[in-house]
């Protein structure tokens, strides 16, 4: 009973700071044990999938499971890691030790069996965020009574989304990037091309639909923080408006 409650006691601390994001590359059973010990989880089904999700929308760990990818898991891994602000934590097969070799040689920060303890996995993963370059940010619940009718806000230089109420939801890069051409003109059409060229520097090798998956994500995420629609509209053949 006592071990219960210290792991509860650390799964809250760790709720205290902001979501831990993980990107899951082949092993899905693992998803929503992960998504009760609050993280944000996203499953793929491929490497590719994986480096253009990376493109858009950043997270802190990637989880892969070795048994489920054609690519190489040494290039994959050295791929990953010029990334430094990104955890890499691989499952193998537990009965091949030179599978846990290739892929600590490689540079990942752990490797792990398949079919982990939920408990283990969630703890390693959080521990991991916690070594990793910069510290997360802290989740500042703002009183509604202080801010009964204002509407929606970029804050902390664009880094900050408040909604009505007083919620804060931290953004990431991309989309800091998208909101702030948003908030620029509200009411007003912005479009795709504009929006694009906020989020790369290579605007023409860009896939225009990334930005429906960025603001697909987005939507889920400040409905699952604040409780609140996000009133984003797409404009057909054009760009997307902020109508607030």
């Not at 793929?44 to 898991?73: F, G, K, M, N």
């Not at 303890?117 to 009574?145: D, T």
């Not at 429906?212 to 987005?218: D, Y």
Request: hydrophobic content about 45%; some cysteine; aromatic content about 4%.
């Amino acid at each position: 009973m006592q071990q219960q409650d210290n792991i509860m006691v650390g799964v809250e601390r760790e709720l205290a700071l902001a979501p831990l994001r993980i990107w899951i590359v082949g092993s899905l059973d693992v998803v929503q044990p992960l998504v009760w010990h609050g993280a944000q989880v996203h499953a793929l089904d491929s490497i590719d999938a994986l480096y253009r999700e990376l493109a858009i929308v950043p997270c802190d760990i990637v989880l892969i499971d070795t048994s489920q990818i054609r690519e190489d898991v040494a290039r994959t891994v050295a791929h990953l890691r010029r990334r430094d602000d990104l955890g890499v934590v691989l499952l193998v097969d537990p009965a091949t030790p030179e599978a846990v070799a290739e892929g600590l040689w490689a540079g990942a920060d752990a490797c792990l069996p398949q079919r982990p303890s939920s408990n283990v996995l969630a703890a390693k993963l959080y521990s991991l965020r916690r070594r990793l370059p910069g510290e997360p940010a802290q989740v500042v619940e703002a009183s509604a009574a202080r801010l009964p009718e204002q509407g929606w806000m970029l804050e902390s230089d664009a880094w900050d989304l408040r909604a009505p109420g007083g919620s804060l939801l931290a953004l990431t890069e991309a989309e800091r990037a998208f909101l702030s051409l948003l908030f620029s003109s509200p009411s007003e059409t912005v479009a795709r091309e504009r929006l694009i060229e906020a989020l790369t520097d290579q605007p023409w090798s860009f896939d225009p639909h990334r930005i429906e998956v960025l603001v697909h994500r987005l939507r889920n995420r400040v409905r699952m923080a604040t409780g609140h629609t996000l009133p984003i509209r797409a404009v057909r053949g054009s760009g997307y408006r902020l109508t607030v």
